[in-house]
């Protein structure tokens, strides 16, 4: 005769003491489980095909797990031992009651979590979170160095200059300015010239040349490593402190929305908005050179000028955006607000927006269109050409 044990409840929620003993009254090949035997189970697991693959201890080798297929009694809550015990009636419903409760804050929270996630993905926000990041790069550019033309190039005699070759093949990523000033530290340099040689998210080449130190003609192998160390490259280009690769994400966001498969023009608007915006924080952006004075050393980094942005931000929006009447219409109103918030460098942003309006032929438009981006470009001509 087979024989099912009698579980019953011990304590109470997430995880129960679980009590196996025999039913007196059946008859068994093996003595009773002692009841002392006491296993902490998952409320869940009190299905039979889960009884079946629990690992009990050795003390419990007697006891019999339930055959597939065989009703397991009712498990008895606290309330339902306390009932019995004073002779009350018994809370049957009590352990569906629990079941249904759980399952259904189980359900409130997937459907919470959907919500927050289709919330996060939306593009406007990843737009705003990019251009979030790119606002804090300028700024942080801004205050660690300077911007100019480089004064080491000319400076310095080619014979007393050492170069520094790269030890990894990748992207430039970012300077550790901390390392930097430790290495130097070190050695007890007060004002060591160090020029890096390609600009922050350029592509390198193994044993490329990576820096130049500009009054030395030899330094240590030792200490050549850890300036080399100083300057991250890794196979995955990074936005620490490339702000190229921060406005090229929200650029790939544009021409994505402006393609045939997704034609989604509104989004490559906001975009386009967006580019201008943070355009307008690089108005101030004078010279080609991000020069850092920190303790023993002077550092300059080539960078991008602010007309090579202005030329990189728009010229794939304006190749790709010209059967779109509203894209068009979008580049040259970011360049006209561009406009409006320089002071000085107008020139260069009237450069641009001829360059947008040369790559559309208002002779083939309808009037209606022909008009509107006629008038974005006589606007944009007059501010810039306001002093």
């Not at 068994?28 to 002392?36: I, K």
């Not at 924080?281 to 004078?286: A, P, V």
């Not at 303790?295 to 007309?307: A, D, N, Q, S």
Request: charged share 20%.
């Amino acid at each position: 005769m087979m024989c099912t044990p009698y579980l019953s409840f011990v304590t109470t929620p997430p995880f129960f003491c679980v009590l196996p003993s025999h039913n007196p009254s059946s008859a068994c090949l093996r003595p009773p489980v002692p009841r002392h035997d006491v296993y902490l189970l998952p409320f869940f697991c009190h299905h039979p095909s889960l009884l079946l693959r629990t690992s009990f201890p050795s003390s419990s080798s007697s006891a019999y797990a339930p055959a597939p297929g065989t009703p397991i009694p009712l498990l008895e809550g606290g309330p339902t031992r306390r009932a019995k015990q004073k002779g009350l009636p018994l809370p049957k419903d009590v352990d569906a009651s629990v079941a249904v409760l759980f399952a259904l804050i189980c359900l409130l929270f997937f459907v919470y979590f959907i919500h927050q996630v289709s919330k996060f993905i939306r593009v406007n926000t990843l737009i705003q979170i990019v251009s979030e990041k790119a606002v804090t790069l300028i700024h942080a550019f801004k205050t660690v160095g300077t911007l100019g033309e480089s004064e080491l190039t000319s400076s310095t005699p080619a014979a007393e200059c050492l170069t520094i070759y790269s030890e990894k093949e990748g992207y430039l990523n970012f300077v550790d300015f901390l390392a930097l000033e430790r290495a130097i530290k070190r050695k007890g340099y007060k004002e060591l010239k160090i020029l890096l040689i390609p600009k922050v998210g350029q592509y390198i080449r193994k044993r490329a040349p990576l820096m130049e130190i500009r009054g030395h003609s030899t330094l240590s192998e030792e200490f050549q490593k850890k300036l080399a160390n100083a300057v991250k490259v890794s196979p995955v280009r990074s936005n620490e402190q490339d702000i190229a690769f921060v406005m090229e994400k929200i650029i790939e966001t544009g021409l994505r929305a402006i393609s045939p498969g997704i034609n989604d023009p509104n989004t490559a608007i906001y975009c386009i908005r967006a580019l201008g915006i943070l355009l307008a924080k690089l108005g101030s952006w004078k010279g080609s050179c991000w020069i850092v004075r920190g303790k023993g050393y002077i550092l300059e980094i080539p960078y991008f000028t602010f007309e090579d942005f202005l030329y990189k931000t728009f010229y794939q929006l304006r190749l790709y955006g010209a059967h779109d009447v509203s894209v068009m219409h979008a580049l040259l109103e970011s360049l006209t607000h561009l406009a409006e918030e320089l002071q000085e460098g107008r020139e260069t942003v009237q450069k641009i927006g001829n360059y947008v309006y040369s790559n559309i032929d208002p002779r083939i438009m309808h009037d209606l269109d022909r008009n509107l981006i006629v008038h974005a470009k006589q606007r944009l001509d007059h501010i810039c050409q306001t002093s």
